[in-house]
C-alpha cells in the first residue's frame, strides 16, 4: 500500500488530500489497482480500480440464487454500469461514481444505501411505500428467497463478477 499525505486537494485546494494505492492479486482477474483519494477540508472521495493488464469491454451476469453468492468477489471500475433489471435499478457513471473491490452482498447494500436514502429523503407515500417494498426485496434476496440478476457493463474492461456461473458477453 502507498500512501501520500497533504496532497493539494483539486476541489478546495487545501493541502490535505491524502492518496492510497493499494494493490490486490484477484484469481481470474490478475493484478489490480485500488486508488482511493480523500480530502479531511472539504470531504471530497473518490476511488476507482484499474486492472494491471489490458482487458476486452464485457458485459457480466450474475444469478444471485443463495446466501453463498453473497461472498463472490467484484471487481467494479467507475466506468461500469450496475443493473438490477428485476428491481429496474441502475448505477451508471458519473461524476459521482466510483470504482470498488466488493462482494455481492457489497453491491447490495450500495443498492441499499441508494434507497434507504430515497425513502428517508421523501415526502411522498408512494415514493416511501415503493422503496420499502424494494428493500424488502433486496433483504430477501439476501436470504437467498428472492432469485435475482446482477448485471455489470463495463466499457473499459476494468470490472468482473468472479465465479464460474457468471456468463461474460464482450461488447463491441
Ligand atoms: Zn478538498
Given at each position: 500500500?502507498?500512501?501520500?499525505?497533504?496532497?493539494?486537494?483539486?476541489?478546495?485546494?487545501?493541502?490535505?488530500?491524502?492518496?492510497?494505492?493499494?494493490?490486490?492479486n484477484i484469481s481470474h482477474f490478475g493484478r489490480c489497482f485500488l486508488m482511493s483519494m480523500n480530502c479531511t477540508s472539504c470531504n471530497y472521495n473518490s476511488s476507482d480500480v484499474e486492472a494491471e493488464e489490458r482487458k476486452p469491454p464485457t458485459k457480466q451476469t450474475f444469478a444471485l440464487e443463495n446466501k453463498k453468492d453473497l461472498n463472490v468477489r467484484v471487481v467494479k471500475s467507475s466506468e461500469a454500469t450496475v443493473r438490477i433489471p428485476q428491481l429496474k435499478m441502475e448505477v451508471t457513471p458519473g461524476i459521482a461514481s466510483s470504482g470498488y473491490i466488493s462482494n455481492i452482498e457489497g453491491v447490495l447494500l450500495r443498492f441499499k444505501k441508494i434507497i434507504e436514502k430515497e425513502r428517508d429523503d421523501t415526502d411522498e407515500p408512494e415514493v416511501k411505500k415503493q422503496a420499502k417494498n424494494l428493500l424488502?426485496?433486496?433483504?430477501k434476496a439476501e436470504l437467498g428467497e428472492f432469485p435475482l440478476k446482477i448485471i455489470i457493463e463495463d466499457p473499459s474492461g476494468n470490472s468482473a463478477i468472479i465465479s464460474d456461473k457468471t456468463e461474460v458477453v464482450k461488447l463491441r
Amino acid at each position: 500500500m502507498t500512501e501520500l499525505k497533504n496532497q493539494v486537494c483539486p476541489f478546495c485546494k487545501e493541502k490535505t488530500l491524502t492518496l492510497i494505492e493499494e494493490t490486490y492479486n484477484i484469481s481470474h482477474f490478475g493484478r489490480c489497482f485500488l486508488m482511493s483519494m480523500n480530502c479531511t477540508s472539504c470531504n471530497y472521495n473518490s476511488s476507482d480500480v484499474e486492472a494491471e493488464e489490458r482487458k476486452p469491454p464485457t458485459k457480466q451476469t450474475f444469478a444471485l440464487e443463495n446466501k453463498k453468492d453473497l461472498n463472490v468477489r467484484v471487481v467494479k471500475s467507475s466506468e461500469a454500469t450496475v443493473r438490477i433489471p428485476q428491481l429496474k435499478m441502475e448505477v451508471t457513471p458519473g461524476i459521482a461514481s466510483s470504482g470498488y473491490i466488493s462482494n455481492i452482498e457489497g453491491v447490495l447494500l450500495r443498492f441499499k444505501k441508494i434507497i434507504e436514502k430515497e425513502r428517508d429523503d421523501t415526502d411522498e407515500p408512494e415514493v416511501k411505500k415503493q422503496a420499502k417494498n424494494l428493500l424488502k426485496k433486496l433483504w430477501k434476496a439476501e436470504l437467498g428467497e428472492f432469485p435475482l440478476k446482477i448485471i455489470i457493463e463495463d466499457p473499459s474492461g476494468n470490472s468482473a463478477i468472479i465465479s464460474d456461473k457468471t456468463e461474460v458477453v464482450k461488447l463491441r
